[in-house]
């Protein structure tokens, strides 16, 4: 089992640019959540997909931010266009069936916006 | 509006004592308390989890304790060591249904085991 796989690892990029976040569930999970993790807010629920339909976006910070999940095995969140004070670490996180029993998170991707 | 308050925000405790992370939270459809612990460049992982039909809940040196009237749980460190420094989060779900795969986080808390 390789896990949640997020990429890339790090991010910099300069303010204004897009910026595109990539993430694989674990085979068989049918919910996946995007989170964002500041030292000033914590971890914050973005999204949030079941069977690939997005459930609840009520924690997307604004319209310059966008989440996709083509298929079972991809997601996406997009940052268009980038500002510094999205810097932060966002992880991708997915589960199996009902409830929210056993998230297993990736790694993240840490962003820096300049 | 922050449903999960955690304290402290950060601790330091001697190997071999005991760490004691505290949560409260508002929200009484609240059904699942998971315990995530994160080491520093990882996702947070699942340490252990309980339900309000039990008090307690022990596995290997963490025990979670449970408090349904008064809201609030916590998570207790025994015997802490070194490879325990690590920031915890506290969390919760209500039940299984349409809301029921969104955890909401506690603010978190850095543990320091000095050897």
């Known amino acids: 089992d390789a896990g949640v796989i997020q990429s890339p690892r790090h991010e910099v990029t300069e303010m204004g640019q897009e910026v595109t976040l990539r993430c694989k569930p674990i085979?068989?999970?049918?919910?996946l959540f995007w989170y964002r993790q500041t030292m000033m807010r914590g971890l914050e629920l973005l999204i949030y997909?079941?069977?690939?339909?997005?459930?609840?976006d009520s924690g997307m910070p604004e319209d310059r931010f966008s989440a996709k999940m083509p298929n079972a095995s991809f997601s996406t969140l997009k940052i268009q266009p980038s500002e510094p004070r999205d810097s932060a670490v966002y992880f991708c996180?997915?589960?199996?069936?009902?409830?929210?029993?056993?998230?297993?998170f990736g790694s993240g991707t840490r962003l820096t916006v300049v | 509006q922050q449903q999960v308050k955690q304290s402290p925000q950060s601790l330091i405790v001697q190997k071999g004592g005991i760490s004691i992370i505290n949560c409260a939270y508002e929200n009484t459809a609240f059904d699942y308390f998971p315990w995530y612990q994160q080491f520093p460049g990882k996702g947070p992982a699942l340490l252990i989890a309980?339900?309000?039909?039990?008090s307690e809940k022990k596995e290997g040196r963490f025990t979670i304790s449970f408090n349904k009237s008064a809201k609030q749980f916590s998570l207790h460190i025994m015997d802490s060591q070194p490879g325990d420094s690590a920031t915890y989060f506290c969390?919760?779900?209500?039940?299984?249904?349409?809301?029921?795969?969104?955890?909401?986080f506690g603010g978190g808390t850095r543990v320091l085991v000095k050897p």
């Open positions: 309980i339900r309000p039909d039990v």
């Open positions: 996180a997915s589960t199996r069936g009902q409830g929210a029993y056993g998230y297993t």
């Open positions: 969390a919760a779900s209500v039940a299984p249904g349409a809301a029921g795969n969104k955890l909401t």
């Open positions: 085979s068989g999970h049918n919910s």
């Open positions: 997909f079941n069977n690939n339909v997005p459930i609840d």
